[in-house]
């Protein structure tokens, strides 16, 4: 009796020195520690298969008899959504794609250039302390710890860990989740831009702006009844003709930010807090010059040769400035754009920043 | 041969077995069916078996056994689990040792208890390690939440908790 006793002491000393050990290991990210679960994981993957097989219809037939109808309601909603937006997307595509030769006309990095790796979530976090999905792809199709995680509508999380041919993504709603924004400040409602007809001689883009224009060198201004139309003559810069497609009267409008608002840009960190709230943007600049941060404005990606994401992944929008006092700056409660709680098919960034690359 | 027979006769060998099949269960429909965002924990619920119905020593092995397995399944930080968890399987025992011939429903209120309490050690050592941002007054409705979802379903598991544990034949060890 009195050797039971002392052997289980031992075993309960072994384990929770074992537990520490790892915990300490784990946190620092020892490669014992993956080694050590990447094995674990080949025995363990079959048996979580064949539960998921046997409990799949168990799973099936409860979201069918408690969300039945709320899918026939969801599935109409859809439809009208797509039928909305198919129209937009071509435009968008358009858009996009005018963009991306752009930039790389100047040489700046695009989305379009890194590869992605499309992947499919296939298990909700099983713990009630973090904010993660399994997705179906892993080590063997590229993907590797910290590499960004997107949907259609934009930024989801971090690849938090990978074996072969699964991989864990850390949520941005998760409280370890950090990474750096930018705030991309928003012209005043309103603002329009209006392009003169194709026969009028003009030797750069045009911008004409309802409300203010900070007129400058170089910069000539003419006022009609309805609208102020300014041509712009920039310094060093060769003057291209830019072929739009002709507009009903000859006249083509689109909504740009006025000139002395365009692409102001600051930048913070943004952190997740746990389900049901919103992740926060803190070290926000209170620099007046930047501009003033507003519910609805855009948060992206800051990219930079450390961040882990490149620059200009969306994000969400501002659906909270919290001021606060002293140069603190504010605090932003980020509204993500992608719907977390239904994620199904996400595109993996096979992106590392130069930072983190090795060397074959 | 005799010796490969004792290892899967072993009781540890059967507890990593079913913290395994647990551990899948939890990854798999538990996760698939959260009730108001809340996901039911098989592992530690388990572990909390364990510690009905053999005692806090046991229940604390099991459980730091049970909790490892869920580390490595699925984890953010291997070995914290397996604390809060055998932390957990060790509560229900304590629970239970204050009587002295405890009949089942006793057990299965300890394991209910125990289960809300093993929840929480969950955001209070991922604190304590460095990982903040999980205590706050959620973790209380979380464990709660988790607690009355073991009450229905623990009756049926602690007969296997005193399975898992049982010691092997005479023959066999």
Known sequence: MATNRTTRRRAIALLALTSIALTTLSLRDAPVVGALRGTFLVVFRPFEGAVRVVTRPLSNAWYGVRNYGDVLDENEVLRERIAQQEGAAVAAAASVRLAQELLA??????????????????????????????????????????MPVLNAAGLVGKVASVSTDRAVVMLLTDPDFALAVKIVSQPPPGTTTTLPPADVPTASSVVAIEGETDVQPGVETTTTSSTTTTTSTIA????????????????????????GQLAVRETGVIEGRGPGRFPTVRFVST?????????????????????????DIVIGTVSRVVARTGTAGPVLEVEPLADLSNLSFLRVLLYQPVTERTTP | MTTLLRVLASRWTRLVLVAMLAAAVQATVAADLPFLGVVAQPVLLLAVAVGAAHGPADGLLAGFVAGLVADLAFGDVVGLGAVAIGAAGATAGLLVAVFRDPPWWVRVAAMVVASGLGEAYVPVLKSLVGIDGWVRPRVVAVALLVAAMHLVVAPAILPLGRWVMREAPEELR
Do not use: C, H, Y
Not at chain 1, 239 to 250: C, D, F
């Open chain 1, 105 to 146: 006309l100047n040489g700046l990095p695009t989305l379009a250039g890194i590869s992605t790796v499309t992947a499919q979530a296939i298990g909700e976090s099983p713990g009630n302390f973090s904010q993660t999905i399994e997705i179906n792809q892993g080590s063997e199709n590229g993907i590797r710890v910290g």
């Open chain 1, 236 to 259: 060093g810069f060769t003057p291209s003709v830019t072929t739009l497609p002709p507009a009903p009267q000859g006249v083509s409008s689109i909504t740009v930010p006025a000139l």
């Open chain 1, 287 to 311: 620099d007046p010059r930047l501009g003033e941060v507003r519910v609805g404005t855009p948060i992206v990606t800051a990219g930079g040769s450390r961040s882990l994401a490149p620059p």
